[in-house]
């Protein structure tokens, strides 16, 4: 995970339209402009990595930005990686090994 120091950290206003511009681009499949902030490449980059299954790419983005939404109303704080957001879930949908007993 990245961190930004305070005095660069946008509002939580600025940071939450500034993640929905990135989202609604990426699920648009099209960019509308050639400049990110190093944040915004991070989780590009992160969500590439992920390498999604088609069929499952576009539910699996909506239910990311929504929860990173809420993230950073909530709180203000920056939206995790795709790769971290789905490791959480996986790890919350799975059965607690009852062998460990």
């Given amino acids: 995970m990245w961190e930004l120091s ?3 950290q946008p509002d939580s206003d ?3 339209a500034q ?4 989202m609604n681009e990426l699920l648009g499949g099209e960019f509308r402009r ?5 944040w915004e490449v991070q989780l590009l980059l992160d969500i ?14 909506k239910r990311y930005q929504k929860a990173m939404e809420a993230r950073i ?8 990686k795709l790769s971290e957001f789905l490791k959480r879930r996986y ?8 062998s460990a007993s």
Wanted: aromatic share 4%; with cysteine.
């Fill in 6 to 8: 305070v005095a660069n």
């Fill in 48 to 61: 590439e990595g992920c390498r999604l299954r088609e069929s499952q790419r576009e539910r699996v983005l």
């Fill in 34 to 38: 050639n400049a990110f902030q190093p």
């Fill in 91 to 98: 790890r919350q949908a799975r059965p607690p090994d009852s």
């Fill in 73 to 80: 109303r909530n709180s203000g704080a920056m939206p995790i």
């Fill in 19 to 22: 993640f929905r511009r990135l």
């Fill in 14 to 16: 600025t940071l939450l």
